[in-house]
């Protein structure tokens, strides 16, 4: 079978931390390739993310921290590096982040590209370096092929595989690895994919990180109202589909942001026969 890797986020609270030990517990069985822990993404803290990182090596199974370098100094990134290396961490996914409004650019990295260049020249080969791509391309690319050459710049830099941001459009998702292959990207480009469980989350989410939902989900989201068990059912039929025409068309794997949430991906996995 192709590529699985599955997304958390750090708890916030004692409960959470528990709450997610179970649901990574049932996600098991599906023999992740890696979990990912996100770092600093909505406000949260590093020490979270590496708290977690560290819990999931622990239960044996390959774990990536994401690590994002916007307002931070090299020597800050430095450390981190280091702490994650000694931690025995050989995975990361390297983002530029989002600074909260009204903070400016400051800070030594300006783009993802120069994370990732300096990942490669303070520490060698020694991290297996995932990187983002965005088949509906990043809210704030200046044109498509612009996003393109922001992915070109990470790979040159020395990234070894990239994966999405969400989508629910499959030609968006061909249409971009052809034309980032046509341009030299020459490594994996795994699909994102974000389960439906709730309309009003799903909603919040898009509009700040720039992905469609095409309106024939916003209507029929609409229409179930509060009815969370259509919703869900919906979902995963949705979900499903769009991850088999993805694999049958040719796609290297799939990395699910759980939510820390493990039903939708469990009942997707099943569907896929995975
Ligand atoms: P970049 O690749 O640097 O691109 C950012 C923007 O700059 C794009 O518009 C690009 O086109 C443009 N650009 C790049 N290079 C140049 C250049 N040389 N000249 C001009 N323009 C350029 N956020 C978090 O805070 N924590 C997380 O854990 C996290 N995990 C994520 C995981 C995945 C798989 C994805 C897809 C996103 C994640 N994000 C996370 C969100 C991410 O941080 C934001 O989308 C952020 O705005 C961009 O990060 P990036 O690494 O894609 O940036």
Redesign the pocket.
Known sequence: MSHISI?FFPPKTPEGAEKLRAVRKTLYALKPQFCSV????GGATQAGTFATVGEILKEGVDAAS?F?CIGASAAKVRLELEELKAMGVKRL??????LPSGYGHGGEFH???DLVRFIRAQMGDYFYIE????PEF?????TAQ??IN?LV??VREGANSA???YFYNQDAYFRFVEDAVAAGVNIPIIP?IMPITSASQLMRFSDA?GAEIPRWIRQRLHSYGDDVESIRAFGVDVVSKLCEQLLDGGAPGI?FYSMNQSNAVMQISKNLNL
């Open positions: 997304e996100t770092y600093g993404a994401h994002s996914v390297a983002l530029r982040g989002d783009y993802a590209s990187v983002a791509a965005y990043h809210p704030q690319a200046a612009s996003d922001a710049a990470k994966i999405t941001q994102g990180c990395h």
